[in-house]
């Protein structure tokens, strides 16, 4: 079993940066694909960011590519969302996610674990 909780969530101007941290509990995490997701009102949960469990293989959004960085520190249990450039666009309660597969997905029905997200909000 692994738990995941978020956080670094906050308001922002547009342009600003956030950083983003999720730490896990479980001794599996480091073998885990991780990922990054977000749900604004109104709308579908999308992708933003994943991770493999060596870092080797990264992906990102298309929104995102340029803006955001996701990282991991298997030694700290613990992933990263590096937000910068913000827009007001990007607001919505970001999660983060793995799974038990080491392959990144965007497909969210894949991921085995969630956490509790964490609200992101950006004023123009």
């Known amino acids: 079993q692994v738990q995941l909780v978020e956080s670094g969530g906050g308001l922002v101007q547009a342009g600003g940066s956030l950083r983003l941290s999720c730490a896990a509990s479980g001794r599996t995490f480091s073998t885990y694909a991780l990922g990054w997701f977000r749900q604004a009102p109104g709308k579908e949960r999308e992708f933003v960011a994943g991770i493999s469990w060596r870092g080797r293989s990264i992906y990102y959004a298309e929104p995102v590519k340029g803006r955001f960085t996701i990282s991991r520190d298997n030694a700290k249990n613990t992933v990263y969302l590096q937000m910068n450039n913000l827009k007001p666009e990007d607001t919505a309660v970001y999660y983060c996610?793995?799974?038990?597969?080491?392959?990144?997905?965007?497909?969210?029905?894949?991921?085995?674990?969630w956490g509790q997200g964490t609200q992101v909000t950006v004023s123009s």
């Open positions: 996610a793995a799974r038990t597969t080491n392959v990144v997905t965007t497909n969210k029905s894949a991921y085995d674990y």
